[in-house]
């Protein structure tokens, strides 16, 4: 029996462990494939014969291909950078490189086009450009935050003597009101800075507290800048009742509520059991996020509401805090949480109050969820979990 020999060509084009198919210049149909095409494709090589070529290739890009095209229009569109996709069969698709060469095959001009699977690759090439971009910004933020402390000392010494220069004043003004009332009762109007008595007499306690009210948010924002600065590691370990943070929160911006809105609502779940953590951070988020709500109303008549409730099947406490104000624009609701990004630029925002939150709420183990419509209002969701001591609680009550 005589060996059956094969010529070179043959043997380099069945035995190599790319695709390669053999394409007709005129209108780039095949006329023969290797067994790595057929696999590539997910079609048998006998059947790829006569196939167009566009019919087994996806460009990345918009430029329109021929309906018939030669290979030199082909060619000419893949030589532009676009990426190249093999689609199978089944409709999933592979990142190929395609590399061809002119042939003159059995008197007929043709294209050896090779195809090699780079999916890999390319998917090696974009986790290197994710970590590359993840240590840039971390490199960013590691300098945001040492400018952020030495801003937050240069700005906190001032404005500690304009608040407390602003709470003496503010407590004295009613023994001086009382003084300068008698003088007015015994010898009428008299002027005080260019104005009427009887006006600034109602008009200089609104002063000193604006002072007192802005000094407080200077105060607040330094102390966001604080909390962005410092690298705290201290795991949470007290057991904090939500509700009770929620009534300190509102306590606290009391004086806001009232001038802000006659609609504040606040419905809290008294079954709820408590959360692993930190006291004082999830006070600052609930004040960060009501700010943000009261904030973003534009008219009394507008409604604030904030709620908890105890959800058994994830065993976590959630917080609601919605708003009927302006809302976030859909293209901006993905980076709220990012550091120094604002929607209130304008109005003294510093963008670190979603951000500081947002942390404080991933430190607990928890998750913060935004939901808002421009010109509906917005609502963000707080989920964290109960503690484990309430869990075991739960699961002797049901044994």
Same mark, same amino acid.
Request: some cysteine; overall charge negative; charged content about 20%.
């Given at each position: ?33 290797? !067994? ?21 290739? *996806? ?6 291909? !021929?309906?018939? !095209? ?6 000419? /569109? ?65 300098? &945001? ?36 009332? $008698?003088?007015?009762? *015994? ?21 000193? +507290? ?10 607040? /924002? ?51 059991? !408590? ?14 996020? &009501? ?9 009394? *008549? ?25 809302? /976030? ?15 209130? &630029? ?16 991933? $430190? ?6 935004? $939901? ?23 699961? +002797?009550?049901?044994?």
């Amino acid at each position: 029996m005589s060996e059956v020999t094969t010529d070179p060509f043959t043997q380099i084009f069945m035995g190599n462990k790319d695709a390669i198919v053999l394409l007709r210049r005129d209108n780039c149909t095949v006329i023969d494939a290797n !067994p790595a095409a057929a696999l590539l494709f997910g079609i048998a090589a006998g059947q790829l014969a006569g196939t167009n070529l566009l019919s087994l290739i *996806e460009m990345g890009g918009p430029r329109k291909i !021929p309906d018939k !095209p030669c290979w030199d229009e082909v060619n000419k /569109i893949l030589c532009s950078g676009m990426r190249v996709y093999a689609k199978k069969s089944v409709g999933s698709q592979t990142i190929v490189s395609l590399h061809a060469i002119d042939l003159d095959y059995h008197g007929e001009k043709a294209v050896y086009c090779k195809l090699r699977n780079i999916s890999e690759t390319y998917r090696i090439e974009e986790e290197t450009r994710s970590i590359y971009t993840q240590l840039m910004y971390t490199n960013k933020m590691t300098a &945001l935050g040492t400018l952020a402390s030495g801003i937050a000392h240069e700005i906190n010494n001032p404005n500690n003597y304009i608040l407390f220069n602003a709470r003496i004043l503010l407590d004295t003004w009613p023994d001086m009101a009382r003084i300068l009332q $008698e003088y007015y009762s *015994e010898n009428g109007d008299f002027s005080v800075g260019g104005l009427p008595f009887s006006e600034m007499s109602m008009t200089i306690p609104d002063l000193l +507290s604006a002072i007192l009210d802005g000094g407080e948010r200077i105060s607040a /924002i330094v102390s966001n800048l604080k909390d962005f600065a410092r690298q705290d590691s201290a795991a949470p370990s007290d057991d904090v009742d939500i509700n009770d943070a929620v009534n300190r929160a509102v306590s606290i911006l009391s004086h806001k509520i009232r001038k802000t809105t006659s609609h504040f609502n606040s419905s809290l779940d008294e079954s709820i059991p !408590p959360v692993r953590g930190s006291r004082h951070k999830i006070e600052q988020v609930i004040v960060n996020l &009501l700010m943000n709500a009261l904030e973003a109303i534009s008219a009394r *008549e507008q409604t604030v509401s904030i709620s908890t409730a105890f959800e058994p099947a994830s065993d976590s406490i959630v917080i609601r805090v919605s708003d009927c104000g302006a809302g /976030i624009p859909a293209e901006m609701i993905d980076r709220v949480t990012e550091p120094f990004f604002t929607t209130k &630029l304008n109005q003294g925002g510093s963008g670190l109050g979603l951000y500081i939150s947002y942390s404080i709420v991933r $430190e607990h183990g928890g998750e913060m969820k935004f $939901e808002s419509e421009a010109g509906r209002g917005t609502i963000v969701t707080v989920t964290l979990p109960a503690t484990d001591r309430h869990s075991i609680a739960a699961e +002797s009550a049901h044994a």
